[in-house]
């Protein structure tokens, strides 16, 4: 079985700053890892995803996330944090021999003036 | 290219009413998913389906939930005499492939479910 724990609900950030989101996921097979970007009242959008290729991805928006495996881990980040980042995130890992995704509960990020 | 449609955005029903949740997928795009996302929650897997086809429905509740993509129109999400707890956002994601293959999914913007 899968999942993915995403360490904070809520990250408050100024802008201009880093963005560090984490997560951590447990599969059991080789998995594909996402991340997911939810602004109000839209659909979900693919930041990012790894699949077993570079470790570190690059995504859209300037996020970049790095897949390690010793600590089981996918964190997101961004070097610099844009008003419009504000969003809730969501960390999704899936099963190479599967067909459903495994959601974290979502880190919402709030970034100030 | 229009994206994945969903609609209506909103619905709202009274205890005991039915649900119609309507997915238009992307062009071209043979497989459906189907998931619920409760207040404060992720998204969870309810089903996915292909054309005419459920693949797997292990995520849907045993009674009142069903689904379906049939052959020409949407996919249509049905949930019969709905209670408060149905109260969600119902997510559908398309894709061209199977994502056992890794391949991207597509959301749509979601319905949102209010049961009175």
């Known amino acids: 079985a899968q999942s993915v724990t995403q360490l904070d609900s809520h990250v408050s950030v100024s802008e201009g700053t880093p963005v560090l989101l984490r997560c951590n996921y447990s599969?059991?097979?080789?998995?594909?890892l996402f991340w997911y970007v939810q602004h109000p009242n839209k659909g979900l959008q693919l930041l990012l995803k790894?699949?077993?290729?570079?470790?570190l991805v690059k995504g859209i928006n300037g996020f970049e996330a790095e897949f390690k495996k010793s600590e089981t881990s996918f964190h997101l980040t961004k070097p610099s944090a844009h008003m419009s980042d504000a969003a809730e995130y969501f960390c999704v890992v899936s099963e190479a021999a599967g067909n459903k995704l495994t959601f974290g509960g979502g880190t919402r990020v709030l970034v100030k003036p | 290219n229009a994206g994945v449609m969903q609609n209506p955005r909103h619905l709202v029903r009274r205890r005991g009413q039915e649900a119609r949740l309507r997915c238009s997928p992307m062009k071209g795009h043979s497989h459906v998913y189907w998931y619920r996302q409760l207040p404060e929650e992720g998204l969870k897997f309810m089903v996915y389906?292909?054309?005419?086809?459920?693949?797997?429905e292990s995520g849907m509740p045993k009674e009142r939930f069903s689904a379906e993509f049939p052959k020409e129109g949407p996919s249509i999400l049905r949930i019969q005499q709905v209670v408060r707890g149905d109260s969600a956002a119902y997510f559908c994601?398309?894709?061209?492939?199977?994502?056992?293959?890794?391949?991207?999914?597509?959301f749509g913007s979601g319905t949102q479910l209010s049961v009175l």
């Open positions: 994601a398309s894709s061209p492939i199977s994502i056992a293959t890794n391949e991207k999914l597509f």
């Open positions: 389906l292909q054309k005419e086809n459920i693949i797997d």
């Open positions: 599969s059991s097979y080789s998995p594909s």
């Open positions: 790894y699949t077993s290729a570079a470790t």
